[in-house]
């Protein structure tokens, strides 16, 4: 059935480079979809696009923070294939640090990568689907979109402002067919985890291949409804 739903879908899977989204792609790409991929390490972007199957005409080096680059990707895209039927956005940087022992500079790469990478992917791929009344987006703003912690306030300052700029534009397209779902994962053993200074069981965290798993079950959304937000936490994630 999920080949079915998928076949022929033109998905855009930005951030494919993560674990998150390797598995994604892996996913959506043996569902038959016509499958472009982005990534800033361009090494891993050729391996996942070699091993996927992924003409290297669909794998493209991006920094989502680059105004121009995103336009430009969007214009190269629309014009080879049309409008997107999915976009799923994995891109994204974090680390947790209290308030003092946070810098300004690292506060606002946050900003730039997690919330206005999220803004020009969407202000460049969503006006087509707009028009066509038709569409998907994902994004992961995890659950520190939601809800407080402790030392994530830059963080959190990222997600929550994706999150708010997602729930607007959701009232832009209410005329329209056009899906945005956002994706909150707890904890996801990831390379995230590396920058972090917190002692925490990572054997209990979400395993980022299931992560990738809940990205490819969100892109065969009934067409009579939508997946407005899905929640998925591990059942113990507390420091140790």
Same mark, same amino acid.
């Given at each position: 059935?999920?080949?079915?739903?998928?076949?022929?879908?033109?998905?855009?899977?930005?951030?494919?480079?993560?674990?998150?989204?390797?598995?994604?792609?892996?996913?959506?790409?043996? =569902?038959?979809?016509?499958?472009?991929i982005t990534g800033r390490n361009e090494k891993k972007l050729k391996e996942i696009a070699h091993a996927n199957e992924i003409p290297d005409s669909q794998a493209f080096i991006l920094d989502v923070t680059d105004a121009r680059a995103?336009?430009?990707?969007?214009?190269?895209?629309?014009?080879?294939?049309?409008?997107?039927?999915?976009?799923?956005?994995?891109?994204?940087?974090?680390?947790?640090?209290?308030?003092?022992?946070?810098?300004?500079?690292?506060?606002?790469?946050?900003?730039?990568?997690?919330?206005?990478?999220?803004?020009?992917?969407?202000?460049?791929?969503?006006?087509?689907?707009?028009?066509?009344?038709? =569409?998907?987006?994902?994004?992961?703003?995890?659950?520190?979109?939601?809800?407080?912690?402790?030392?994530?306030?830059?963080?959190?300052?990222?997600?929550?402002?994706?999150?708010?700029?997602?729930?607007?534009?959701?009232?832009?397209?209410?005329?329209?067919?056009?899906?945005?779902?956002?994706?909150?994962?707890?904890?996801?053993?990831?390379?995230?985890?590396?920058?972090?200074?917190?002692?925490?069981?990572?054997?209990?965290?979400?395993?980022?291949?299931?992560?990738?798993?809940?990205?490819?079950?969100?892109?065969?959304?009934?067409?009579?409804?939508?997946?407005?937000?899905?929640?998925?936490?591990?059942?113990?994630h507390q420091a140790i």
């Amino acid at each position: 059935m999920a080949v079915e739903i998928l076949a022929n879908k033109k998905v855009l899977i930005v951030g494919a480079t993560g674990g998150i989204g390797s598995e994604a792609t892996r996913l959506i790409k043996n =569902g038959q979809a016509n499958v472009f991929i982005t990534g800033r390490n361009e090494k891993k972007l050729k391996e996942i696009a070699h091993a996927n199957e992924i003409p290297d005409s669909q794998a493209f080096i991006l920094d989502v923070t680059d105004a121009r680059a995103v336009e430009a990707l969007a214009a190269k895209i629309h014009e080879k294939i049309g409008q997107l039927d999915i976009l799923i956005n994995a891109a994204g940087i974090g680390y947790l640090n209290p308030l003092e022992k946070t810098d300004a500079e690292d506060f606002m790469e946050l900003i730039d990568v997690n919330l206005k990478g999220a803004f020009l992917l969407m202000r460049h791929f969503l006006p087509p689907m707009k028009e066509a009344k038709k =569409g998907l987006v994902i994004n992961i703003p995890g659950v520190l979109g939601k809800a407080p912690m402790a030392g994530a306030a830059a963080y959190a300052a990222s997600k929550y402002g994706l999150n708010g700029m997602v729930k607007s534009i959701r009232e832009e397209l209410k005329r329209t067919e056009v899906r945005i779902t956002n994706l909150y994962l707890g904890g996801v053993d990831s390379s995230f985890w590396d920058r972090i200074d917190m002692r925490v069981n990572r054997d209990k965290f979400i395993n980022a291949k299931e992560a990738g798993r809940a990205v490819w079950f969100l892109c065969q959304q009934p067409a009579s409804g939508v997946v407005s937000e899905m929640v998925i936490q591990p059942f113990n994630h507390q420091a140790i």
